[in-house]
C-alpha cells in the first residue's frame, strides 16, 4: 500500500495590510511643484522672519526705481494694519523681512497684500509685466531672543554676507543701504549710511517693535556689530 505523500505547508507575513505605498500612483511630471508644508501657527508675542524670492530674470531689486518701489510698498503695508514690518533688507532677487502679526491669518493676508504691492510697483517702474514672485513666501517664528538677535544680524547684515562669500569689498562701518539698517539704533561700533536720493526717506517705512522679543528680549545676547557677518543658516 502506498504510503500517503506530506506536503510541506509555507508560512506567509504580511507586510502590509494595503493603503498607499511608496512610489504608487501616477508618476510625478517633471518639474511639478511639491505639496506645500502646513505652515507653523503664529502667536502676536512672537516675530517672525520672511524671505520673497523672485522669478529669475526678473529685475535687480537693489537698483533704482524698482528699490524704491519695494520700500514704497513696505511703508504702505505698515499703514494698512494687518503686519508690521519692522526691519527688512532687499537683494538682488529676494527681500528678507522681520515683522510682527497679530496670528497667522493677519500675517498671510499683510504679506499677500504686500507682495501684490511690491509686484505692481515694480512691474510700473521698469515697465514690465508678468509675475514676480517665484512662489509663495517662507515664513519662521522666532520663539527665542536668541533667534530674534540672529535673524536681525542675518537680514540687516545680508549684503554683507554675500559679499563676503564673493570676496567683495565692503568698508568698515557700512551699512546697507538697501535696508532698513539706516534706522536701527542698537548697533555697536560706529557706522555710517549712505542716503538713497531714489528711496522714500521721510517718514521712515518700517514699523516700532511691539513685541518683547523684537524690542528688547534680543539685546540679551548683545547688541550687532556693524561689521559682524552672518553665517548662511542660522539656528
Known amino acids: 500500500m502506498a504510503r500517503p505523500m506530506k506536503i510541506a505547508q509555507r508560512s506567509f507575513e504580511f507586510t502590509s495590510w494595503g493603503g498607499a505605498r511608496k512610489g504608487a500612483g501616477r508618476p510625478r511630471k517633471p518639474g511639478a511643484r511639491l505639496r506645500h508644508a502646513a505652515r507653523a501657527p503664529l502667536a502676536s508675542r512672537f516675530p517672525v522672519l520672511v524671505t520673497m524670492r523672485a522669478v529669475a530674470g526678473s529685475p535687480n531689486l537693489r537698483r533704482g526705481a524698482a528699490y524704491a518701489a519695494v520700500e ?3 511703508g504702505a503695508a505698515n499703514l494698512g494694519g494687518g503686519v508690521r514690518i519692522v526691519h527688512f533688507s532687499v537683494q538682488t532677487n529676494h527681500v528678507h523681512l522681520v515683522g510682527e502679526a497679530v496670528g497667522t491669518s493677519e500675517l498671510s493676508r499683510g504679506l499677500q497684500g504686500l507682495s501684490i504691492r511690491i509686484a ?3 512691474n510700473r517702474a521698469t515697465r514690465r509685466r508678468g509675475k514676480l514672485w517665484a512662489d509663495r513666501y517662507h515664513a519662521r517664528v522666532l520663539r527665542t531672543p536668541r533667534e530674534v538677535r540672529n535673524a536681525l544680524c542675518y537680514v540687516l547684515q545680508n549684503a554683507r554676507r554675500h559679499s563676503d562669500v564673493r570676496r567683495g569689498i565692503v568698508e568698515p562701518g557700512w ?7 539706516r534706522w536701527f539704533e542698537a548697533w555697536r561700533g560706529e557706522h555710517r549710511a549712505a542716503p538713497r536720493t531714489d528711496a522714500v526717506a521721510e517718514p521712515p517705512p518700517v514699523a516700532a517693535p511691539r513685541t518683547w522679543l523684537l524690542s528688547t528680549g534680543w539685546r540679551r545676547w548683545g547688541l550687532i556689530d556693524v561689521d559682524e557677518v552672518p553665517p548662511a543658516a542660522f539656528g
Open 175 to 181: 551699512i546697507d543701504p538697501c535696508s532698513s539698517g
Open 120 to 122: 505692481r510697483g515694480v
Open 72 to 74: 514704497a510698498a513696505i
